[in-house]
């Protein structure tokens, strides 16, 4: 296990779980049913696997997981990905930060603002637009008691409406969920 | 429960119905809020329960609400406490700490504490505790998504309160 990372990277990462995950073989029928709704059905990831332990969460979660991640409308697909990164990066979760800071790249073309945020962390200094989204992530994550008006006229100042509001809320909090989880349940590993 | 299946606990919490604007917000995206519900139906009242009884469920879930000043959230899981054994009431209080409970309840409460506050700082010596304390895998993993999705419920609610605030 020496090669298990415990800083920041960008690089791709395999995740290797602390519990057993249900093996596909022996899986119960609601087991397979809720693994059938992830992306891919011939390569379930380990994470994945592990989650199958409790089948009924599982398959609630990842429709809502694709939801917040994937709506048409409100918040743009890189904006939600910044709310996953504040979060992933307040909460330490390696995995998390390195699977979204590719994804936003993908999805924006903007491999800047994803460097500031790993050479700047909580401290990362942000176009406008990039920066609210990013400091209300911070804040919702770690002091989700203490969010109110000065958070909120700070995103309407950027030119956030309602409903980009709310889809920002939604990709911080699953990432209040995806981070203890996947944090906690295993570590990531150098890819062999 | 004291919650029919149909109301959105989130909507009653936070007294919805006075805010209709908001309301209607959430109905835009109306997938996601029902699955919200239908999430929090498989933490806490799963259709197996098996090594954690929903009132252990709800008296966790009233811990993780207390422990970051939640106040809805901590008075309708409080709620589903009434009636209940008085010691899951001592479990829902923050104070009640690993002295006061057996090696399996403490090494829970422990964990408990450190992922809602500190996920952070969790390594796997915090998961090899809680199998040193008797509890196997799928143990493990029921409590992992319980205190997940708690703690997403109450940004969730920490950020529709500042919508309905301001």
Known sequence: MSDAVHEFTVEALDWKPYVRPVDLDTATPEQLDALKVTPSNKKVSAYVLVLANE????RERTPLFNDIMYSEGGL???????????????????YCAAVHAARYIQLEKRPEVVEEIYRNGLDADLPEFEQALFNFGVDLTAHPDNVGTYQFYHLR???????????????????GWANRLMHTLGEPHRQE | MTASPAADVIDT?????????????????????????????AALRPAEPRNFSYGMRAALAARMATLWKSGELVAHYRALLDGEDPA?????DPGTGAADADARLSAILAHVDLVTLAPKEATRANIEKLAAA??????????????????YQVLVVAGLKMLRDN
């Open chain 1, 55 to 58: 089948a009924e969460t599982l």
């Open chain 1, 76 to 94: 743009s697909r890189g904006g939600r990905e910044i709310g996953a990164l504040a979060a992933s990066f307040v909460n330490h979760c390696i």
């Open chain 1, 157 to 175: 100042e950027t030119g956030l409406d309602d409903l980009e509001i709310l889809d920002l809320i939604h990709s911080v909090a699953i990432f």
């Open chain 2, 13 to 41: 919490m936070l007294g919805l119905d006075r805010f209709p604007d908001l309301k209607a917000l959430r109905e835009r995206r109306g997938k996601l809020k029902h699955l919200t519900q239908t999430s929090y139906e």
């Open chain 2, 88 to 92: 899951l009431s001592a479990i829902a």
């Open chain 2, 134 to 151: 008797g509890l196997d895998d799928r143990d493990i993993v029921t409590l992992a998504g319980l205190i997940a999705f708690v703690n």
